[in-house]
């Protein structure tokens, strides 16, 4: 019994591998179901592993955009509870905008993350931006292929996001997202 059990953990990574390399590329956006496997690939933008995202962070040659959505604090909390946001460990230096790798963006989502792009880039469509949230995460999926869509030319897409980059023992800090006006709400 053990002999199987060590045999099937060892098989496990593997057959997660292949999984996900077979996981085929939607037409569109996917609009739910956001954490499981994601496609190897994203047509016209470069996929990284964590060693060429790590030599991009340290030569500052792009921009690290997180799109890891921020829990919204409850409508319905009692007058006088305390709310306190999840803390959010990323890359250092990247740029937060929660809430834009979903499927469907209402307009004002949308602005927010042209506006964020927009600083980012500086104006330059030709930057290199790094989309990233989590391992498994169809988010960042979503967000690369999206910035792509808006002219950007030089899009790459880190898959393993902050669960790969802690797993090098690479530093994290902890961020806050970038401020919305008010007329932005969610999704």
Not at 26 to 47: E, H, K, M, S
Not at 62 to 87: E, M, Q, S, Y
Not at 99 to 123: C, F, I, M, V
Request: charged share 20%.
């Amino acid at each position: 019994m053990v002999v199987t059990t060590l045999a099937l953990a060892a098989f496990t990574p593997a057959a997660n591998v292949l999984a996900q390399q077979n996981v085929p590329e939607p037409d569109g956006y996917r609009t739910d179901n956001y954490r499981a496997a994601v496609p190897a690939t994203l047509a016209g933008v470069r996929v990284l592993t964590t060693a060429e995202a790590e030599a991009i962070w340290r030569a500052g040659s792009g921009v690290f955009i997180d799109v890891l959505p921020r829990a919204p604090k409850p409508p319905n909390l009692p007058a006088g509870t305390v709310w306190r946001d999840k803390p959010r460990f990323n890359i250092p230096g990247s740029i937060w905008l929660p809430d834009t790798g979903y499927g469907k963006l209402a307009e004002p989502t949308e602005a927010y993350l042209r506006r964020g792009l927009e600083r980012a880039s500086h104006g330059n469509k030709a930057a290199l931006l790094v989309i990233y949230c989590q391992e498994d995460c169809w988010m960042s999926w979503n967000a690369a292929k999206r910035v792509l869509s808006y002219g950007y030319s030089n899009v790459a897409w880190y898959p393993d996001g902050t669960e790969g980059w802690e797993r090098a023992s690479l530093p994290a800090v902890e961020s806050q997202p970038e401020p919305r006006t008010d007329e932005e709400g969610s999704r």
